[in-house]
């Protein structure tokens, strides 16, 4: 489909544009559903360096995908140049573990930057009475689609907290279809690991059912958070969500949003996206309100794969490598 794509734009520039075209490379994004954080990212990303478009010859586009876990395949069968993929499963996929175990450790990943944080959302029909992760048993669950992010989160979530999954009646549909589903009554409860404020918990809040976001704490879930250091304690902020039930903040677990590529992937492509996005920060932070938090410093942490050295030029030259966990500068 890309590969007709750019046979179409490179026969439509033959006739219409200037011969500059031709030294042009078409990057594509992969992102996740329209309505979260994921989407919006590759197209913020993608408008700072197509603004550079004839400096650097290359021009970005943007993919709505599964999420994390098909990015970074995509990216490592160079099916996608760029993806965004939240950092446990950046840890898990170079590391060969979760959906890597059967392949082993994917050493080809790439480390671009972080970028958002992101929280494992549990959102229920206040009808379901579910209040606690515990309260699930027995209800109708979206646990999210398989290649996404949330997947695996949501098992994690559910263990720790002690319920198996055969004790509920588990979806794996892709986060954009789940408000729908919760609005029709026809699941009670969704999973989202996912950036805030975003379209979809909006979406799913602002119907006519009544909706709850659920906190995602207990002991099990401190436990949780001990084995795992990818994970850490985060917090929805309920003033993103006015016409939820909840009126307090809500505790959660967190990852974050990082820019993956593959080691394939030329440095000068990579170089050039990482200095758009760095040196024109402050304009970037303006394309999201969940870009609010970022830093130069908090991009460069939550890391694992070693950081592609297209990127690492960048660094060096910004003085951005003291940020830098030095297992991952080779
Ligand atoms: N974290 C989700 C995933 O990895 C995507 C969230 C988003 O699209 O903003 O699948």
């Known amino acids: 489909m890309k590969r007709l794509f750019i046979t179409l734009c490179l026969i439509f520039f033959v006739f219409t544009a200037e011969s500059t075209v031709f030294g042009r490379t078409y990057v594509t994004i992969g992102?996740?559903?329209?309505?979260?954080?994921?989407?919006?990212?590759?197209g913020a990303i993608s408008r700072m360096v197509n603004k550079k478009s004839k400096e650097y010859g290359i021009k970005a586009t943007v993919e709505s995908t599964g999420?994390?876990?098909?990015?970074?395949?995509?990216?490592?069968?160079?099916?996608?140049?760029?993806?965004?993929?939240?950092?446990?499963r950046q840890y898990q996929a170079?590391?060969?573990?979760?959906?890597?175990?059967?392949?082993g450790p994917q050493k080809d990943l790439r480390a671009v930057f972080s970028i958002h944080p992101e929280s494992i959302t549990l959102i229920a029909s206040q009808k379901s009475g579910v209040k606690s992760v515990a309260a699930l048993k027995g209800k109708r669950v979206n646990i999210g689609n398989p290649g996404s992010g949330q997947l695996q989160n949501s098992k994690d979530v559910l263990s720790a907290s002690g319920v198996s999954l055969n004790n509920l009646h588990t979806e794996q549909v892709k986060a954009v279809e789940a408000p729908g589903l919760l609005q029709d009554e026809k699941i009670d409860a969704f999973f989202y690991t996912v950036g805030h404020p975003?379209?979809?918990?909006?979406e799913a809040t602002s119907g006519r059912i009544k909706v709850r976001i659920i906190p995602i704490t207990g002991p099990g879930i401190d436990v949780l958070l001990k084995k795992h250091s990818y994970y850490a304690k985060a917090v929805i902020p309920a003033k993103f969500y006015p016409n939820a039930v909840d009126k307090d903040d809500i505790d959660s677990v967190g990852v974050k949003a990082t820019f993956v590529a593959s080691k394939n992937l030329s440095d000068e492509i990579v170089y050039a996206v990482t200095k758009e996005v760095f040196d024109n920060l402050d304009s970037f932070k303006k394309l999201h309100p969940a870009y609010a938090v970022l830093t130069r410093e908090n991009m460069l942490q939550g890391l694992s794969a070693p950081i592609h050295p297209g990127a690492l030029k960048y660094y060096k030259e910004a003085d951005l490598v003291k940020y830098i966990n030095p297992a991952l500068v080779q």
């Open 31 to 42: 992102t996740g559903g329209v309505t979260g954080v994921y989407y919006p990212t590759g």
């Open 67 to 88: 999420g994390s876990v098909y990015n970074i395949n995509a990216v490592l069968s160079g099916e996608l140049e760029f993806g965004v993929a939240q950092s446990d």
């Open 94 to 103: 170079y590391n060969g573990l979760a959906e890597w175990s059967d392949k």
């Open 198 to 202: 975003n379209g979809n918990i909006k």
